[in-house]
Nanobody
Framework: VQLVESGGGLVQAGGSLRLSCHAT???????MAWFRQAPGKEREFVAA????????ESADSVKGRFTISRADAGNTVYLQMTRLKPEDTAVYYC????????????????WGQGTQVSVSS
């Protein structure tokens, strides 16, 4: 499975961005998620969604501000980010795994290259 992210960029605090992740090359049935990694910090869970898109989960730090969704028969996942804060600055990674989603980075088998999100104060 190949994952390609897009949509990152520079935005002022309080602004919005939408990240996209397109999956190719694999069979169906993958849960997908977004993680992020800020400089000098561990990669952390942001949000996840089941294959069918009926259930989602997000980190407390982004609840109420970020929304994960999927479309295109499940091959595209979005992360709509609103009310962005400087502490949201990080490289955002799209990831996929067979079966149900997980908050654990080590449970995911496939990763994209990442897209930079920078939020200025």
């Amino acid at each position: 499975v190949q994952l390609v992210e897009s949509g990152g960029g520079l935005v002022q605090a309080g602004g919005s961005l939408r990240l996209s992740c397109h999956a190719t090359g694999g069979h169906t049935g993958y849960a997908m998620a977004w993680f992020r990694q800020a400089p000098g910090k561990e990669r952390e869970f942001v949000a996840a969604i089941t294959w069918a898109g009926y259930r989602t989960e997000s980190a407390d730090s982004v609840k109420g501000r970020f929304t994960i969704s999927r479309a295109d028969a499940g091959n595209t996942v979005y992360l709509q980010m609103t009310r962005l804060k400087p502490e949201d600055t990080a490289v955002y990674y799209c990831t996929a795994r067979t079966g149900y989603f997980s908050r654990s980075r080590s449970d995911y088998q496939y990763w994209g290259q990442g897209t930079q999100v920078s939020v200025s104060s």
